[in-house]
């Protein structure tokens, strides 16, 4: 799941609309986050096979300290601890907790059984990847009640809150339907390093565009 992750942070604005979408977005994708660099560093491990399900190329084959619903347990209570401690804003840190967490919900649901309770614990998973219409289905219905609870839960303050938002949501949604009917990546460093490339650029354009709009529960 991609697009789908994205729609849970969203989602969530309208819960806890102090919070900055860069830390709304990036709860549900933490997982996505901390993955790559396991990859990079040997912790985890995937690899490149075409057909293993319909939607994608890629055999995960260890990620228990990034995926499994234990660790990302821990790693929502590490985020959500920080994130209170800074800000004191309690719905936001609700809102990062069910966010990591909800990762391993999603994943469950698309992923074949390869989703651990714990590190070196049975695997788990619905298979929805093997159905590329209903992946697709699923993730775009999601992505767009996600957006439209955010659109409806803030108001651009100028043309940056309008246009940069906008762009990101275009943006996400090309990136989704290239990944889906492209080639297989060409090796497991491109996977990894693009992943840290996107999320260089993602997060950052998130807490841009949503510095540039505000809470409609509040003055623009």
Not at 106 to 128: E, F, K, N, Q, S
Not at 138 to 154: H, Q, S
Not at 169 to 178: K, S
Request: a positive charge; glycine letters at 8%.
């Amino acid at each position: 799941m991609f697009i789908g992750h994205f729609a849970v942070g969203f989602g969530a604005k309208r819960f806890a609309p102090r919070s900055s979408m860069a830390v709304l977005l990036a709860a549900p994708q933490l997982a996505d986050i901390l993955w790559p660099i396991f990859v990079l560093t040997g912790w985890e491990q995937v690899r490149i096979d075409p057909g293993n399900t319909r939607f994608t190329p890629l055999d995960f084959v260890s990620y228990p300290w990034s995926h499994s619903l234990l660790m990302l347990c821990v790693w929502a209570t590490a985020f959500g601890a920080i994130y209170y401690a800074l800000s004191r804003y309690w719905p936001g840190t609700v809102a990062i907790w069910i966010g990591v967490v909800s990762h391993w919900v999603l994943d469950w649901v698309t992923h074949r059984p390869d989703m651990p309770l714990y590190p070196g614990g049975a695997r788990y998973g619905l298979g929805l990847w093997n159905s590329i219409a209903g992946t697709m289905a699923v993730e775009i219905l999601m992505f767009a009640a996600g957006v439209w609870m955010y659109a409806r839960a803030t108001r651009a303050k100028d043309r940056i809150g309008r246009y940069a938002f906008v762009a990101y949501v275009v943006l996400l949604l090309v990136i989704y339907i290239a990944d889906a009917f492209g080639p297989p990546p060409e090796s497991v460093a491109e996977i990894a390093w693009t992943a840290v490339a996107a999320v260089v650029v993602l997060i950052p354009w998130a807490w841009w565009f949503d510095r540039h709009r505000s809470s409609k529960d509040k003055p623009a």
